[in-house]
């Protein structure tokens, strides 16, 4: 790609090259970039899906508008008054436009990120690391279950 980017293409299609993984339900688009310091990556996302950022390494700006208030920030502590508009290691990016591009700025140092879509399931999610299911009772049955010994179900 242009500029020294890099993409790394898990699922979905880049520029016409798909990645290995395919035939899902889903049609999502995982995809690994690498963005060098003073570059802008633009992407076009499709309207519909959910679309996320994972970074990776480094830091960048992935607000256009760079408006801090505009997005839900964790901070240190209750008076944590000041915030950046750059998202390090850690951070996750929910996009919530339909359609368009996102753009990613990485101004004064590398940054990698995984740049995720695909369309909603419409189905609730009740998460716990690792275990992701549908409802809150399922996540606790089955770290219950993977003590026992019995989360693993063979199928004869």
Known sequence: MASGVTVGIICG??????????DIVTDPEYIDVSVPAGTTFTHAVPSG????????DGRAYFDE???PF????????YFDFKRDCKFGPGS???YERNGDEVAIEAEDSPVRFLLVSGRPIGEP???YWPIVMNTREEPQTAFEEFDKG???????
Not at 13 to 22: E, F, H, I, L, S
Not at 70 to 77: C, F, Q
Not at 151 to 156: E, G, Y
């Open 65 to 67: 508008d760079r408006n």
């Open 13 to 22: 299609v880049v520029d016409g090259v798909a990645g290995p993984v395919k």
């Open 92 to 94: 996750i990016v929910l």
């Open 49 to 56: 899906p959910t679309v996320f950022a994972y970074v990776v």
């Open 150 to 156: 019995t989360f693993i179900k063979h199928r004869v």
């Open 70 to 77: 505009a997005h839900e920030v964790i901070g240190n502590n």
């Open 125 to 127: 999610v009740a998460w």
